[in-house]
Each structure stands twice: as structure tokens, then as C-alpha cells.
């Protein structure tokens, strides 16, 4: 079991429910406010190392506020595909790996604007975007052949846009140790995209490759998971149904409907093997139960 897993059955209850949600509000409420005051961000709720440190420790969570875009034509598209990436990620991986992967995200980015404000006495102002696109990159993961309407007319798979947008974070690191960009006036500018883009990129890589069993979260698993769940609730309901109506135990062998019985060895009995081996399982205990009650 690798370590997400022993994580989430100590601390899986606190995770945050549909979580994208509050993130998109908070999103929506940082535009209105940009809209109202732009200034206003920079000056009291950015993730800003030097402020942190001298006590406004508020900033450490405020800094999310920051909507992804500014343009109010863009806004509500952009709001929705990250709500519909956020659920999708949820959906398949499960309320607290998504918590997991965007608040080790956060955690990278607070860390990161603290030491190099310690080492190198740099302020660095880190917003959310590149916090953005490494959810973008755990999608593209995942539906990889899931496709796009690029400028709302061209389709392109997901797994393209994600090396575009992988070569985009390269660029962007690289920039910051060119010397036209990364020396020049806006040379904190193109300094903090960089270290924004590194660490989202390394919360994406730690996240995934620490993950062992990362093919067992893959949407196909996770359908033949569910619907072995679905199939086995459904057999424990038969087998007490029939149990209420006198029905012998033996007849139990066929709980779970017709669609686990096996006529023949096919895919299909294969398939449904595990279901009737636990199905019996259940059978079995049950009787052993029964009968050691009625010799006491």
C-alpha cells in the first residue's frame, strides 16, 4: 500500500466534500473584488513571504482568492472548465486524494516563497494560475483521449494540450535564468512564474509517482469497482429476502439474479467469479452460524 492510501485511512473523514466549489466562490469573489479594487489583493491578501513573516499569517489562505483570469468576457468559461476538472478528479480519485493533491499545492507554494525569502532575501509575489494548470495536468492523466474544443471549434485530445502546456512550464522555469528576462527590470516578475510553475509541476510528479497504485484510481477501475460494489449489496439484499421467506439455504446460490449464475466458462464467468466467491463466503458464514447456534 503506498503512503496516499495509509494517509486516507487515517485522515479520509476530514476531507472536504466537492471541494472545487468552494474554490470556484472563492475564485468569483476575488473577481468582483479585483473588479472593485485591483490594488487591493496585492496590498492586504497576496502570498506575499516578508508579510507572513512579520505576522499577517492570514495571507498563507487568502492568497487563493485570486481569480484565474481578469477579463470578465473569459471568466465564467474559465471558472467552469476548472469546476468540471475539479469534480472529474474528485469523482475518480475520491474526496481526499483531490484534497490531498490541491492542498500539497498550496503547501508547496507557501513553502517556496518562504525560503527563498529567507536564503535569498527575495519577495516573491506567487499567485494561483500555474496551482491551476497542475490540475489541468492530473486530467490530462487521467483522460488522456478526452477532447477539447480549442478556441470553441477545434477538437484536440487532452493529452496534446497537456505537452503544450508542459513545455509552457519548461519555457517559463527557463526564463528565469536568461538573462534578457530573469536579469532584467522585471526580473522578479519572470522569477516568481518560475517558481510558481517548478513547484506545481513537482506537486504533479511527487503526487503520481509516490502513488503506486496509481492504474487502481483509473476511471475504468474505478466503474468496475463501483459496479462490483453495486452487485455485491445487491446479492447480500437477495440472499436476506430470501432468507425472510423460508427459502433454503443451498437455493441462496443463485442471490445475486441470473446475471452471476454460470452456464458456461466464458469472459463473463470470469468476470463474475469474484462476486460468486464472495457470495459464497457469505453463504458459508451464515450456515456456520446457524448451525452452531441451534447446538447451543
Do not use: C
Not at 218 to 231: A, T, V
Amino acid at each position: 500500500m503506498d503512503w496516499i492510501s495509509k494517509l486516507e485511512r487515517k485522515l479520509g473523514r476530514f476531507a472536504i466534500p466537492n471541494l472545487m466549489l468552494y474554490i470556484i466562490i472563492l475564485y468569483g469573489v476575488g473577481f468582483v473584488l479585483e473588479l472593485a479594487n485591483p490594488d487591493f489583493y496585492y496590498t492586504y491578501l497576496a502570498l506575499d513571504a516578508g508579510a507572513i513573516l512579520h505576522g499577517q499569517v492570514w495571507r498563507i489562505v487568502t492568497f487563493l482568492i485570486q481569480p484565474p483570469d481578469g477579463s470578465i468576457i473569459f471568466i465564467a468559461f474559465i471558472l467552469y472548465l476548472y469546476y468540471m476538472i475539479g469534480r472529474s478528479l474528485e469523482a475518480t480519485w475520491g474526496a481526499f486524494r483531490f484534497n490531498l493533491y490541491f492542498f500539497s499545492g498550496v503547501l508547496f507554494h507557501v513553502i517556496a516563497v518562504i525560503l527563498v525569502y529567507l536564503i535569498f532575501d527575495i519577495n516573491l509575489l506567487v499567485g494561483t494560475s500555474y496551482l491551476n494548470l497542475s490540475l489541468y495536468f492530473a486530467f490530462a492523466a487521467l483522460f488522456p483521449n478526452m477532447e477539447f474544443l480549442l478556441f470553441f471549434v477545434l477538437p484536440v485530445k487532452v493529452k496534446y494540450l497537456a505537452w503544450i502546456s508542459g513545455a509552457y512550464f519548461a519555457y517559463t522555469i527557463l526564463q528565469a535564468f536568461l538573462p534578457a528576462y530573469g536579469g532584467g527590470v522585471n526580473g522578479f516578475y519572470y522569477k516568481a512564474h518560475a517558481l510558481a510553475a517548478a513547484v506545481s509541476l513537482l506537486n504533479f510528479l511527487l503526487f503520481f509517482f509516490s502513488s503506486r497504485n496509481f492504474r487502481a484510481h483509473s476511471p475504468g477501475q474505478m466503474r468496475r469497482k463501483q459496479k462490483f460494489q453495486k452487485d455485491m449489496q445487491q446479492a447480500r439484499v437477495n440472499y436476506d429476502q430470501r432468507e425472510k421467506n423460508g427459502v433454503p439455504s443451498i437455493a441462496a446460490l443463485n442471490v445475486a439474479g441470473p446475471s452471476l449464475m454460470i452456464p458456461s466458462w466464458n469472459s463473463a464467468s470470469v468476470q463474475n467469479a469474484p462476486v460468486i466467491m464472495n457470495t459464497a463466503k457469505i453463504i458459508f458464514l451464515h450456515t456456520n452460524i446457524e448451525s452452531r447456534r441451534k447446538q447451543l
